[in-house]
């Protein structure tokens, strides 16, 4: 589940803070619901879907998180192929994978999962997958597609986010104040932009901001 703070009936004199209460989102339940429309969708579409997944290296976290994404896209109805390379591999031999994955007319996504062993450059290796195929949103062209406000593939975990938000307080969020911790290029920036595309007034908190608690 997933807290979101939600100001209480009542407010503090001015000068003081705003009494906030914890409101619950069942961000499972919501998901299940989502994973039965996608499915359908799915379902109804003229071809199969096909999902490519990339993994280099032996990381624990990294090759569980890949194998929830194969089942999960599986039982949507997603054709998903995994590839899981050694540490030893090369970037010269990963950014050569995606090139095939690019060319691949049965793979509409690519998704490499990060991080990455130190020898290769994750810039190197996301700027070279095609931007109509970056499922995680992190090309320099979806970025840029989502600063401009136009439609393109949006990072996945804001987008989460953003779903839960407007699950609880309604698709309008016009006017809202949103506080976004963090300003990642994976999280809090696109999290900024989504948020200020749905009329909030935004405001980001950092590791170099004075007084955060306030």
């Known amino acids: 589940m997933s807290t979101i703070a939600k100001p209480s009936a009542g407010i ?10 914890a409101l619950i989102i069942d961000g499972k339940a919501i998901a299940e619901s989502m994973a039965v429309e996608l499915a359908e969708k799915v379902k109804n579409l003229p071809y199969q879907p096909g999902l490519a ?16 994404k194969v089942k999960k896209s599986e039982n949507l109805g997603i054709h998903s192929v995994q590839h899981a390379l050694s540490t030893e591999t090369t970037q ?13 007319e049965a ?8 991080p990455l062993p130190k ?23 979806n970025i840029g597609k989502l600063t401009a406000g136009q439609p393109g593939l949006v990072p996945c975990t804001p987008k989460g986010c953003l779903i839960l938000i407007q699950n609880a307080l309604g698709q309008d969020l016009s006017g809202k104040k949103a506080v976004v911790m963090g300003r990642s290029n994976i999280v809090g920036k696109p999290m900024a932009r989504l948020l200020e595309q ?12 004075q007084d955060p608690q306030k």
């Open 53 to 68: 997944v990339v993994v280099v290296g032996d990381d624990d976290a990294s090759h569980r998180y890949v194998r929830s």
């Open 198 to 209: 749905q009329h909030c007034t935004v405001t980001t908190v950092h590791s170099r901001t």
């Open 92 to 104: 010269q031999e990963l950014l050569g994978l995606i090139d095939q994955l690019n060319s691949d």
């Open 119 to 141: 020898h290769i450059e994750e810039h190197a290796v996301i700027e070279a997958i095609d931007p109509d195929k970056d499922v995680d949103g992190f090309h320099h062209i």
């Open 12 to 21: 503090e004199k001015a000068g003081q803070a705003e009494t906030m209460t």
């Open 107 to 114: 793979v509409d996504g690519i998704l490499v999962q990060l």
